[in-house]
């Protein structure tokens, strides 16, 4: 069933509100990528706020510096978001350089630095703000686990982790966002001629059909739950005695 998004709207717009006025925070930083995700989530911030940040970091991939830094400012200049640019590319250089030159990093771990320095400039940002971070994962990426721990898994609030990738992307059609947003192929940009379905090895729609229907092919199902038992540790707190 398709959701009333006038009513989602709304309803988000007065949990954001309602995050600011319990934490007495002034505003909202968000990671401004170019993509579906950031971009809901950075529209939603500034209809429920006056005081909204978002940060493009590109960090290497050519597709990041391109096409997504290019759709982050169509969407920042349609909803009026203030935006500013902060090149991760030499950081994670050096980072990878010092801590390489001790331990030989595998290529997962090398991915996952830039979405771990994104969270930290997001961090620095906020904390000399006052501001809340704004989390952009959804519920489709969370359930098998597609979303780096102490990355962009970490946040203040998150106003979209209820809504599928499917339903995402109604939402950014009802609020007429920029097309390019919603048809291209959904990717993090963590290296060259990477995209999110390639990576998984399976499409959003075949994850949002179980999680919406209950339904999907029987080797489809088995690799969904696979995948979200094999990540349970990213989605739940530390372990403490």
């Known amino acids: 069933m398709t959701r009333n998004y006038q009513e989602e709207l709304e309803r988000r717009i007065a949990f954001i509100q309602e ?19 950031s971009a809901l989530v950075g529209i939603l911030c500034r209809k429920a706020c006056d005081h909204v940040l978002g940060v493009m970091m590109p960090c290497q991939s050519r597709r990041n510096f391109g096409e997504d830094m290019e759709d982050g400012r169509k969407v920042a200049e349609q909803f009026d978001i203030p935006t500013i640019t902060v090149d991760l590319t030499m950081g994670k250089e050096f980072f990878c350089s010092q801590v390489g030159g001790q331990v030989q990093l595998s290529d997962m771990a090398k ?23 704004a989390g952009t994962g ?16 970490g946040h203040d609030f ?12 109604e939402f950014l ?20 001629g990477q995209t999110d379905e390639k ?43």
């Not at 006025?21 to 968000?30: E, F, N, P």
């Not at 991915?111 to 971070?133: D, G």
């Open 138 to 153: 959804n519920r489709s990426e969370a359930y098998v686990g597609y979303f780096t721990k102490w990355g962009d898994g």
């Open 111 to 133: 991915a996952n630095i830039a979405p771990r320095m994104r969270m930290i400039t997001l961090y620095a940002i906020a904390q000399s703000k006052n501001y809340l971070v």
């Open 173 to 192: 059609r009802f609020l007429h966002a920029p097309e390019n947003i919603i048809t291209k192929a959904p990717s993090a940009g963590l290296f060259e």
């Open 199 to 241: 990576e998984m090895g399976i499409t959003y729609a075949q994850i949002d059909r179980y999680l919406l229907q209950g339904e999907g092919e029987p080797e489809v199902v088995a690799k969904i739950e696979a995948m979200h038992r094999k990540s349970e540790h990213k989605r739940q707190m530390p372990a403490r005695l």
């Open 158 to 169: 998150n106003p979209i982790a209820d809504l599928t990738v499917t339903e995402i992307y």
């Open 19 to 37: 995050q600011l006025k319990r934490s007495g925070a002034r505003g909202i930083v968000y990671g401004n990528s170019g993509g579906k995700d």
